[in-house]
């Protein structure tokens, strides 16, 4: 049996060392199939903006926070520019960083880690995220104090020449939507948490 193939995990009588019924070695290596557009960005009934002027204004943390309202994302501030979103399986910190505060940043960290010596199939499983998804990029976090290795999924916007209310509410929502698909994906068909 090729090594990139499936192997049954505890679940379906396999190997106990697997987890969610995938092996180490089931991720794929090749070139990625093209992206299907459902793919992409999850299909929400999106917020209507069309009562708000269409005028393009600086992304300010008020104007973030007042789309996040209108999202009905519940967030905790800490008074230093920073936003955090708490879902059950993960947290999204969105801020404004650089050095005019002009690009808008969503950083998903799903609250589950991998122990160090997964360290060679998280890097697999995120490179398989980059290769078939946009929007968030992936990336695997310098060790937490115990040891164990966090998973990131990065958005990132310069916005510094502004944007209109509609387009800051998409992109909150898209992030937030596609933070959620990512962790999703990687209890599921990533099988790595």
């Not at 520019?81 to 505060?101: I, Q, S």
């Not at 890097?123 to 990336?139: G, I, L, M, P």
Request: charged share 25%; aromatic share 6%; with cysteine.
């Amino acid at each position: 049996m090729p090594w990139w193939s499936w192997r049954p995990g505890p679940a379906a009588g396999g190997d106990p060392e697997t987890r969610s019924g995938v092996s180490v070695d089931s991720i794929r290596v090749g070139p990625p199939p093209p992206r299907q557009p459902a793919e992409d960005c999850p299909g929400t009934d999106r917020p209507v903006v069309t009562d708000r002027p269409a005028s393009v204004a600086p992304v300010t943390l008020a104007r973030v926070c007042d789309a996040l309202d209108l999202l009905d994302v519940r967030y905790l501030a800490d008074g230093d520019g920073n936003l955090l979103a708490m879902w059950e399986r993960h947290a999204v910190l969105v801020t404004l960083e650089g050095p005019e505060d002009e690009i808008l940043v969503m950083r998903a960290r799903p609250h589950a880690t991998v122990p160090p010596d997964w360290a060679d199939r998280a890097y697999r499983v995120v490179n398989e995220w980059n290769h078939t998804r946009r929007f968030c990029k992936a990336y695997i976090g310098d060790p937490t104090e115990r040891g164990q290795l966090p998973i990131y999924a990065e958005l990132q916007v310069p916005l510094g020449a502004g944007a209109h209310d509609a387009l800051l509410v998409e992109m909150l929502d898209c992030g937030a939507a596609v933070a959620t698909t990512f962790v999703d994906w990687l209890h599921d068909e990533g099988a790595l948490l």
